[in-house]
C-alpha cells in the first residue's frame, strides 16, 4: 500500500531531470539582447569571440529571413552587421595574445562558422534578383577573405631550416 505514494513521489522528483529544457534556459537559444550582455562582461576573449559568434551567426540567419519575405534594405544592414560581429570576433582573438597554431581554441570555431557560412549566403545570393545581389556578394567575398586569414594563423608556413655557418 505505501508503494504506490512511495514509486509516485520518485517519479516527481527525478521527473524534471529528465524533461528537456524550455528554450530560454537552453543553450544555443539566447536571444540577442541576452549575448550583447554576454560579450559586454565576458573577460576571456576567447569566450567572448565565442558569443561574437553566435551574435553574428544569429545576424545572418535574420538576415536570410528578411531576403525571403522580400525586404531587401533590411536585409543587406543584418548582413553587413553580421560580417562586422565575424569581424570583431576574429579581432577579438587576435588580440587575446594567443598563437592560433599551438591553442586553436575559438580560432577553429571562427573558421567553422565562417566556412558553413558560405553555403547559405550561395544560396542567397542565388534567390535574390540579380541587381540587388552585390551587398550579398561583397559580404561573401569579405567572409571568405576573413576565413583565408584564420586559416593562414591556424596553418602557419614553415621556416625553413637554419642554415648552418661555414657552407
Excluded at 47 to 70: C, D, F, S, T, W
Excluded at 121 to 127: E, G, S, V, W
Aim: charged share 30%; net charge positive; no cysteine.
Amino acid at each position: 500500500m505505501w508503494t504506490r505514494p512511495f514509486i509516485l513521489a520518485i517519479v516527481l522528483i527525478l521527473l524534471p531531470g529528465a524533461l528537456p529544457r524550455s528554450a530560454s534556459g537552453a543553450p544555443g537559444r539566447e536571444t540577442e539582447e541576452q549575448l550583447l550582455a554576454r560579450i559586454q562582461r565576458e573577460r576571456n576573449l576567447v569566450k567572448k569571440a565565442k558569443y561574437e559568434i553566435r551574435l553574428g551567426q544569429m545576424k545572418l540567419q535574420q538576415a536570410i529571413e528578411v531576403y525571403n519575405q522580400g525586404n531587401l534594405e533590411l536585409g543587406a544592414q543584418l548582413l553587413a552587421a553580421h560580417l562586422e560581429r565575424m569581424r570583431s570576433s576574429w579581432q577579438t582573438l587576435r588580440h587575446s595574445g594567443r598563437n592560433a597554431a599551438r591553442q586553436p581554441q575559438g580560432f577553429k570555431e571562427l573558421e567553422i562558422a565562417l566556412r558553413v557560412e558560405a553555403r547559405p549566403l550561395a544560396d542567397l545570393t542565388r534567390r535574390v534578383p540579380y541587381f540587388y545581389r552585390s551587398p550579398i556578394e561583397k559580404v561573401a567575398e569579405e567572409i571568405e577573405q576573413l576565413r583565408t586569414e584564420v586559416i593562414q594563423a591556424l596553418f602557419p608556413p614553415e621556416r625553413p631550416p637554419a642554415r648552418k655557418k661555414g657552407r
